[in-house]
Nanobody
Framework: QVQLVESGGGSVQAGGSLRLSCAASGRTFSGDAMGWFRQAPGKERELVALITRSGNSTYYTDSVKGRFTISRDDAKNTVYLQMNSLKPEDTAIYYC????????WGQGTQVTVSS
């Protein structure tokens, strides 16, 4: 059973930065495209960033373009999300998973941005 463990969240002021990590155990995800998703209170979970299996291509939802960067280290079975210039609307629980999602969702990591 693959376990996804997200970490690195926290509370920051607008304009601040955080780096999220997602570690997978039980099975490598080197053969999968990976994504970071987020779910804000009262909203559906949305895909925020995607990185292809090779790591050569990335995708970002419009609201985070130019501020977030997704990367992967398959040797460590870890995916990262560097978040800069954070805004209050980025407040959410952040999750990682394959894309499309095929694994059991982890607990996520809470990101809270205050104005």
């Amino acid at each position: 059973q693959v376990q996804l463990v997200e970490s690195g969240g926290g509370s920051v002021q607008a304009g601040g930065s955080l780096r999220l990590s997602c570690a997978a155990s039980g099975r490598t995800f080197s053969g999968d495209a990976m994504g970071w998703f987020r779910q804000a209170p009262g909203k559906e979970r949305e895909l925020v960033a995607l990185i292809t299996r090779s790591g050569n291509s990335t995708y970002y939802t419009d609201s985070v373009k130019g501020r977030f960067t997704i990367s992967r280290d398959d040797a460590k079975n870890t995916v990262y999300l560097q978040m800069n210039s954070l805004k209050p609307e980025d407040t959410a629980i952040y999750y990682c998973n394959t894309n499309p999602p095929k694994r059991v969702w982890g607990q996520g990591t809470q990101v809270t941005v205050s104005s």
